[in-house]
């Protein structure tokens, strides 16, 4: 028993994810900042991708490696086929394997349906779904040449996919994106599939309203915020570490039998709120 409780302990004080090497793609602000920072607390080295903002991300940089990990920024546009290939194979050239894949970069381009033009509905399929599509195929192709180190991870690899609530909440004015998410559903949950034989996990977390950038307009005036907060049963706007703690759970061997899931980091915004006194 007293052994057993020891085995226990020891296992506890590792680190989650010791030497395990990840990258985080969009890891300069907002949700991907505090995931990226979040993996090196839990031990692994990361690679810091940003597309603008290369000030932001050798920042980002500094705070993980005050952890006493590794890591470097890698600017790459996620949608250009040939810059994701790059940045995989950087990121096996400089820490000798990837264990774990974080396809966060996404943005918004909101407009009425009869405003919105071709070009900001394809910007945001492009970067928010191809771009997902592009660094699992990148990462997959890695963690199949390598295959399961008992030592590191049960899995050979795991991806990450960041949805949203509006995989499954249509979003009036944000055709775009709400697409863009669904679409990375079924992405997800295809991938899964397709990868869980070569012990490769694929999931999805699927945040609601996080303050971030993104959506400043919603949080940050108490108005903004207090109709915000409608949609939020448990009441309070989220934090990116909401969303960085999920993303670390779901890259750990704890949660190694959790394949083609979406977890939902919301508050409760997918539990229809308005049919709590309505309907
Ligand atoms: C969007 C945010 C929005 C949130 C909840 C996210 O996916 O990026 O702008 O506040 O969903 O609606």
Not at 20 to 30: D, E, I, P
Not at 107 to 134: E, H, S
Not at 267 to 272: D, E, N, Q, R, V
Request: hydrophobic letters at 45%.
């Amino acid at each position: 028993m007293a052994e057993k409780a020891d085995e226990h302990r020891r296992a506890m004080s590792v680190p989650l994810l010791k030497g395990q090497k990840a990258l985080v793609t969009g890891a300069n602000s907002g949700i991907g900042l505090a995931t990226a920072v979040a993996l090196g607390r839990a031990g692994a080295d990361v690679v810091v991708n940003y597309v603008t903002g290369a000030e932001e991300a050798d920042d980002v940089v500094g705070q993980i490696k005050d952890l006493g990990v590794q890591a470097y920024a890698h600017e790459a546009d996620v949608s250009d086929e040939d810059q994701v290939v790059a940045m995989v194979a950087r990121a096996v050239e400089e820490f000798g394997t990837l264990d774990i894949m974080v396809a966060n970069a996404g943005l918004q381009r909101d407009a009425p349906l009869t405003d919105m033009t071709l070009a900001q509905w394809q910007k945001v399929i492009d970067v928010n779904l191809t771009g997902q599509f592009l660094c699992a195929r990148e990462a997959a192709k890695e963690f199949m040449r390598r295959g399961v180190v008992p030592e590191v991870s049960r899995a050979a690899g795991k991806i990450i996919c960041m949805s949203s609530v509006h995989q499954i909440i249509p979003w009036a004015g944000h055709v775009n994106y709400a697409s863009s998410k669904g679409g990375v559903s079924m992405l997800m949950q295809t991938l899964a599939q397709e990868l869980a034989p070569h012990r490769i996990r694929v999931n999805a977390i699927a945040p609601g309203a996080i303050r971030t950038p993104i959506n400043r307009d919603a949080w940050s005036t108490p108005a903004a915020e207090a109709d915000l907060l409608r949609l939020i049963p448990y009441g309070r706007v989220g934090d990116p570490d909401d969303i960085a703690n999920a993303v670390v759970a779901m890259a750990s061997d704890l949660l190694d039998y959790v394949i083609g899931t979406t977890l939902y980091v919301d508050g409760g915004m997918t539990l229809f709120p308005g049919f709590a006194t309505g309907g």
